[in-house]
């Protein structure tokens, strides 16, 4: 069973790696997955059916064409695609419907699984403290203590605040490029100690569920990975 990732950037692929490996490694006997970062989440192209523009490089840019893809040379397989993103200031439950309804349109012979990440990818390193402290015993606990889980509040200011204390106000003032290197360090080192079944973020408990139910179903031989 071979499973495609795709999503947002790098640090979230880093996150979305760790967590995948940890769910299946009881359940799916034989699996391999790969993991394709992209720069940046993108727009839905107005024309769907058309070939992405020369420069296009964003997830959503370029979905449409990369399911038309898979699907053409996947279908019939054990080839499941997974898609990760992050819902910003937007609502989750439409951009899972909206990213659902491309999937089945474009790829209707692969299974998916949806993941959208509420507000941040960072809002999953967040609801597995243990894993954070781990990675930084140093950290603001107060700060990690008084963030709502899955609240709309700037959430990887909260982590950046929690982990940088008196410097996360220069790096926020900074911006990009700065910002992206430093949300894949920390995305790299919390996730090599997470474990999902600390993890307390409805989204991820959402698409773990997903994820669950995908590898729940038999294959073509009436085998089970579950």
Known sequence: MHFEVLTEDRSGG???????R??????VPEY???IRPHRGKGDIPSNMTARPERFASGLLDLLPAKLRAYDRVCAGTDFILVVIMDSDNHSPDSIHKSLRAICSQFAPGLLHVIGVCVEETEAWLLADEQALLAAYPDANVSVIKDYQQDSVCGTWE?????LLRDRAEALIRVGYPAIGQYKHE????????MDPKRNTSPSFLRFAEELRQITSVQDRAGKSYV
């Open 186 to 193: 920390w995305a790299l080192n919390i996730s090599r100690y």
């Open 32 to 34: 391999t997955v790969s």
């Open 158 to 162: 909260v982590l950046c605040h929690a």
């Open 22 to 27: 940890r769910l299946l490694v009881a359940k």
């Open 14 to 20: 880093v996150v979305i790696e760790s967590l995948m």
